[in-house]
T-cell receptor, first 113, second 110 residues
Framework: NAGVTQTPKFRVLKTGQSMTLLCAQD?????MYWYRQDPGMGLRLIHY???????AKGEVPDGYNVSRLKKQNFLLGLESAAPSQTSVYFC????????????FGDGTRLSIL | TQLLEQSPQFLSIQEGENLTVYCNSS?????LQWYRQEPGEGPVLLVT?????EVKKLKRLTFQFGDARKDSSLHITAAQPGDTGLYLC??????????FGKGNQVVVIP
């Protein structure tokens, strides 16, 4: 019963490098979300998707791109990493009905040097 | 602009004491959700409140939604060390998007 799985769990990058964070869910959820969590800032929505092939911007989308080629996967990309993107990244999924809970992965801890 | 303000940000109490934390919104949401997050893990849903004035209980946790559906409180009776964690409130809007508060960090000392 995996739920939402995020890979990798930890990563250290140098400024300017690129990488992709992978989120996979096995609950057949339509909706998926990417957040970042920073000390004193809470969870902030980066991008989200309401279905395969669709994505939309959240509160803090700059510097990130996403893709939802398969229903079960939601990828978050950093094209040119910056120290300001050092954070803990969480992926979540939910069913499309109103007021449904979001199910979260355990996060990816990313440090940009 | 932070839509959801949680207070207090940090609370430390002795085992067996009661505590209340608050979540206040500048907007009306379709629902408010409370999550608990432990170190190294993602948030886990505790409860969803939808109707103004609604009260929900989860063992020793009591959640209340204000009549105007803009504020909520979480009361813990006889706190246990296992209640230690970061309590997050979140307001739901279109496409099930959530706007989170910064959280209430609760520490229960044995």
């Amino acid at each position: 019963n995996a739920g939402v799985t995020q890979t990798p769990k930890f990563r250290v990058l140098k400024t300017g490098q690129s990488m992709t964070l992978l989120c996979a869910q096995d609950m057949n959820h339509e909706y998926m979300y990417w957040y970042r969590q920073d000390p004193g800032m809470g969870l902030r929505l980066i991008h989200y998707s309401v279905g395969e092939g669709t994505t939309a911007k959240g509160e803090v989308p700059d510097g990130y791109n996403v893709s939802r080629l398969k229903k079960q996967n939601f990828l978050l990309g950093l094209e040119s990493a910056a120290p300001s993107q050092t954070s803990v990244y969480f992926c979540a999924s939910s069913s499309p009905y109103s007021n449904q809970p979001q199910h979260f992965g355990d996060g990816t801890r990313l440090s940009i040097l | 602009t932070q839509l959801l303000e949680q207070s207090p940000q940090f609370l430390s109490i002795q085992e067996g004491e009661n505590l209340t934390v608050y979540c206040n919104s500048s907007s009306v949401f379709s629902s408010l959700q409370w999550y608990r997050q432990e170190p190294g893990e993602g948030p886990v849903l505790l409860v969803t409140v939808v109707t103004g004035g609604e009260v929900k209980k989860l063992k020793r946790l009591t959640f209340q939604f204000g009549d105007a559906r803009k504020d909520s409180s979480l009361h813990i009776t006889a706190a246990q060390p296992g209640d230690t964690g970061l309590y997050l409130c979140a307001g739901a809007s279109g496409n099930n998007r959530l706007a989170f508060g910064k959280g209430n960090q609760v520490v229960v000392i044995p």
